[in-house]
């Protein structure tokens, strides 16, 4: 038992004693405690839990809650009771003691945990204020001599009932069988192969609170194996990384440590596997939406054909581009004539689909007239253009209209008119044929035999054109000669009617005829005719062509001289004309 200066009386009793501070508790020295939180030996208030405090180097109740708590004059600070003369008026790095503010640290060094520096000294807040006399030390509020009578004590201990003891453990009282180690109970002797720890003995080999040491728990899971703490892992798992897993689930760990699975595999029964959700399946290796997807379309490995997509699990047709399906392909209704502006509805033979509609189309240097392909170059309804009829007794000649006649079998004429720098003269036609077509120098002329039109020649100086066709079939077949300029622009145009010739050129067997008669007729004065009489003059049958004197007359009178009738003069009297 020990007094301080106030008066105050501590008794302290460790390992089944505790250290009592009061006036109030008027404990004789060796007093016991039934109190077990008494004997908790401590250095701050943290190592005392929440709702107590460290007191004297032991833990203790707290001495306050609430200002309230405390007497007059006095404050709850820290729950303990402090005079508010210094407390919380100290500065940093000072702690209040008994009303006054004491630094925590001296100018050798910081002092310990519940101690402050006085007079460049550290003491322990409860030795404060506390006087010793001279060779003693203040140790929990108790002065102790620093020497024992018989024997010197070293620098870290005083003298307790004639023996040297560490000061930590002065006036520390222990359980028979225990001693005070730092200031606390330990036992004082293990059986061997164990170690004394706090007040019990531990195999520091196994013991899993005190592992290779006192005081060196494992962790939770942990066992102590050699003095080592090591994992503990139940049964089906291993350690991998210090953690227990089970290889057989652990995608992180699957079959073996550190085996991981890919991402959106698990591991089912140590190997990994795709795990597909969200109604896909797996296809080729991966998670599939066979609902979607046009290479696994409603089932693995079930592609949809080129242009197709997938949709519900089914393949089919989608026309992009402005296209639609009809049957069953992608067309382009603007422009498809089978299908033309919507499916199956095809364009007539000849016309072509434009802007979703059907119209005609004309090829060959055709034009649409009137719903239908014409050739304005001949076609005299549409002679050069729409609707551009050329009149009676014309025709359409390379899409210009020329005044023509047609010279069936008989007597005929046909004049026309000058164009350009061509020279053109009466045309006389009698059987067939026709007189000539006087033609600039140099020019060239072409024939059309149901073909293109081919250049035949040119014409020189004074030469006349000769031209001529045969009508091909004697029944209702007619044929148009043309004659035109090397620029193919028509000069003289006639239609024959059937079975007929016409000729344009020059004759042989006369001046005035400017072709050649039929077999069995002969030429005079630009007529062919024959004289069954046969009167030979010029060594020539002669044929005196004349006019008619009366219907059925036997003899004619030659109004004109001819050479092959006696010379020139006349007139003379011939047989009758037979026309032919």
């Known amino acids: 038992m ?33 109190s077990p939180a008494h004997t908790v030996p401590c250095t701050e208030d943290s190592e005392c839990g929440a709702e107590r405090i460290c007191r004297d180097l032991f833990c203790a109740d707290s001495e306050c809650a609430h200002n309230a708590d405390c007497t ?13 003369a210094c407390d919380p008026l100290c500065l940093e790095g000072q702690e209040c003691v008994r009303g006054a503010c004491y630094p925590t640290d001296c100018s050798s060094g910081p002092c310990a945990a519940s101690e402050v520096c006085v007079q460049e000294t550290c003491v322990q807040q409860s030795c404060v204020g506390v006087s010793c006399l001279a060779g003693e030390r203040c140790i929990a509020a108790t ?61 520091t080999q196994i013991d899993p609170e005190n592992c290779g040491s006192c005081g060196n728990p494992c962790a939770a899971g942990e ?15 291993q350690e991998c990384a210090s953690t227990c897993v089970s290889i057989k689930t652990d995608p992180a760990n699957c079959g073996s440590c550190r085996h991981a699975c890919s991402p959106g595999e698990v591991c089912s029964a140590g190997t990994c596997a795709l795990q597909c959700s969200g109604g896909t399946e797996k296809c080729d290796g991966a998670c599939t939406n066979t609902e979607l997807d046009p ?39 603007d422009l498809d004539p089978a299908h033309c502006g919507s499916c199956d509805h095809p364009c007539p033979a000849g016309e072509v689909c434009s802007a979703g509609a059907c119209a005609l189309q004309c090829v060959g240097g055709t034009e649409k007239c009137d719903g239908a392909c014409t050739d304005t170059q001949r076609d005299p309804t549409h002679c050069g253009g729409c609707n551009r009829a050329c009149s009676a007794g014309q025709s359409c000649v390379m899409g210009e209209c020329i005044s023509t006649t047609s010279s069936a079998y008989g007597f005929g004429t046909l004049t026309m008119a000058p164009y350009g720098s061509w020279q053109t003269s009466p045309v006389l036609t009698f059987n067939g044929q026709s007189s000539a077509v006087s033609i600039p120098d140099g020019m060239g002329y072409f024939r059309l035999d149901g073909g293109p039109w081919v250049q035949i020649g040119n014409i020189t100086h004074g030469q006349t054109v000769q031209l001529g066709v045969t009508a091909p079939n004697a029944d209702d077949a007619t044929t148009t000669v043309t004659l035109l300029t090397g620029s193919e622009r028509a000069v ?62 036997t003899t004619t009178t030659c109004s004109q001289t001819s050479p092959c009738c006696g010379g020139w003069g006349g007139p003379y009297t011939c047989p009758l004309f037979v026309s032919q």
């Open 295 to 333: 290479a696994h379309c409603g089932s693995c490995d079930h592609p949809c054909p080129a242009g197709e997509v997938c949709s519900a699990g089914g393949c089919a047709l989608q026309c992009v581009g402005g296209t639609e399906k009809c049957d069953g392909a992608c067309t382009n209704t």
């Open 492 to 553: 003289w145009s006639v239609t024959t009617a059937p079975n007929t010739w016409v000729y344009a050129g020059w004759g042989k067997n006369d001046p005035y005829c400017y072709l050649p008669c039929k077999v069995g007729t002969d030429c005079s004065l630009s007529w062919c005719g024959t004289n069954p009489y046969g009167i030979d003059s010029c060594g020539t049958t002669c044929v005196c062509f004349a006019v008619h004197t009366a219907a059925g007359s």
């Open 2 to 34: 020990n007094q301080t200066a106030d008066g105050v009386t501590f008794v302290r009793r460790v390992g089944g004693a505790v250290l009592v501070a009061g006036a109030a508790l008027a404990l004789a020295q060796g007093c016991h405690t039934t």
């Open 223 to 237: 066992v102590c194996l050699a003095g080592v703490c090591v994992l503990q892992c139940g049964r089906g798992t």
């Open 72 to 84: 007059t004059g006095k404050a709850c600070q820290n729950r303990r009771c402090v005079l508010p």
């Open 143 to 203: 002065c102790y001599p620093v020497d024992c009578s018989s024997m010197s004590c070293e620098l870290d201990e005083v003298c307790v009932d004639g023996e040297c003891v560490a000061w930590r453990c002065a006036g520390v009282i222990c359980e028979p069988g225990n001693a005070c180690l730092d200031g606390a109970c330990v036992t004082s002797s293990c059986p061997e192969g164990t170690t004394s720890c706090g007040v019990s003995c531990a195999n």
